[in-house]
């Protein structure tokens, strides 16, 4: 095992959302670093199989309990990250005024252990705070450009509010915080079912049915491999000096989703049909994170291309048992849809 220098004496890490899709690869990493590592989640979109192989481990604890009540854990932390939150639109739209709560109320109770701990505290906030961006690329100076009135405003607003308490924590002194902006994040343990976009492909691709692509296609992603982002996550918790300012964590490279849908068509062999359905209220048209931030802060810049990154994720969904799960297309209230060739 590579014990780094990150944890020379044993410390305490905990994860809040630690089941989930990155959760529970930054447990992995916190482990394999030498940390004692305490998963907290509700289990709402995480999975007990994402965190398998860690229950039983000696330096694995796992309490499964919500966020919006306060933790007691009885024992001291060293670092906070705090990952709960679901992160899909059909997911975290489910229940708006919980995904609202936990962005707000559970932020504040992982702050407040945070500051009782003495703890590093890290959130993980998203690019949606930039909203449908005008700005292009996104850098973290832009204030952004989101509807607070919308769907989405529950995660969008609620994330912002959640960046909001963390710099009140860091002028007030009372936590050394630090904020991700993670930009779209994929890879091996995404859940099938909860309708983002490159599980959605990928699993329309591997069972051979119509890939899904809202409006004409030509919006832009920008896509992370998930060892990347973990590595972000962690450089920037520990960098010294607390850098007090936001930092975006994704890969820059921007594809189309006809151009993601492309790639997947030809990483899977498949000649699926593309169906159309219409655009999800605030959809962002355009997304790519400008990262100079993090390049210059934490030396980090992303080293998985796309196509190497989704065939890892495509041979994960290849071998998952349950592979009947039809993806949640929770926005597809029109119905319908019409089959078209992906033209290539
Ligand atoms: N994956 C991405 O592309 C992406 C992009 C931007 C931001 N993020 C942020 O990163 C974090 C992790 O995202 P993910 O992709 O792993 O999503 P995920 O849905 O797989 O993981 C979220 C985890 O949080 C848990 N959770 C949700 N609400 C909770 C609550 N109230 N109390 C306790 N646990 C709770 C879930 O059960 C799940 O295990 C989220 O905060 C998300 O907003 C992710």
Redesign the pocket.
């Known amino acids: 095992m590579r014990r780094s220098k990150r944890a020379e004496k044993t410390q305490t890490a905990l994860v809040?959302?630690?089941?989930?899709?990155?959760?529970?690869h930054l447990c992995e990493a916190l482990l394999h670093d030498g940390y004692r590592v305490i998963c907290?989640?509700?289990?709402?979109?995480?999975?007990m199989e994402?965190i398998g192989s860690l229950v039983g481990l000696a330096r694995f604890r796992l309490i499964e309990?919500?966020?919006?009540t306060p933790l007691e854990l009885g024992e001291p932390v060293d670092r906070v990250f705090?990952?709960?939150?679901?992160?899909?639109p059909p997911?975290?739209q489910a229940d708006p005024i919980?995904?609202t709560?936990?962005c707000v109320i559970?932020t504040l109770n992982l702050l407040e252990l945070a500051a009782s701990n003495g703890a590093r505290f890290l959130q993980?906030?998203?690019?949606?705070v930039y909203g449908d961006p005008e700005q292009h690329p996104q850098r973290e100076d832009y204030v952004g450009h989101v509807n607070c009135t919308g769907p989405r405003a529950c995660?969008d607003e609620g994330?912002r509010a959640a960046e909001t308490l963390c710099f009140d924590y860091l002028r007030a002194a009372m936590a050394d915080i630090r904020v991700a902006?993670?930009?779209?994040?994929?890879g091996p343990?995404?859940?099938p079912a909860?309708g983002?976009i490159v599980s959605n492909l990928v699993m329309q691709a591997i069972e051979k049915r119509p890939l899904t692509i809202f409006g004409d296609g030509r919006q832009t992603r920008s896509f992370?491999y998930?060892t990347d982002?973990v590595e972000g996550l962690r450089r920037l918790m520990d960098v010294d000096p607390n850098p007090r300012e936001p930092v975006n964590l994704?890969n820059p490279g921007e594809f189309s989703i006809l151009e993601l849908a492309r790639l997947v068509r030809e990483l899977t062999g498949t000649r699926s049909p593309v169906k159309y359905l219409p655009l999800p209220q605030d959809d962002p048209r355009r997304r790519r994170p400008d990262i100079s931030r993090a390049k210059a802060l934490l030396g980090w810049s992303p080293q998985v291309p796309l196509r190497q990154g989704l065939l890892q994720t495509i041979v994960y969904f290849s071998n998952m048992d349950d592979l009947a799960t039809e993806p949640v297309v929770a926005i597809d209230r029109a119905g319908g849809g019409k089959l078209q060739d992906l033209q290539l």
């Open positions: 809040a959302g630690g089941a989930g899709f990155l959760g529970s907290v989640d509700n289990f709402l979109t995480g999975r994402n309990q919500d966020v919006c705090n990952l709960a939150c679901a992160a899909s997911r975290y919980h995904t709560r936990t559970g993980a906030s998203t690019s949606e995660y994330k902006r993670i930009f779209n994040t994929y343990r995404m859940d909860d983002r992370c998930v982002l994704g």
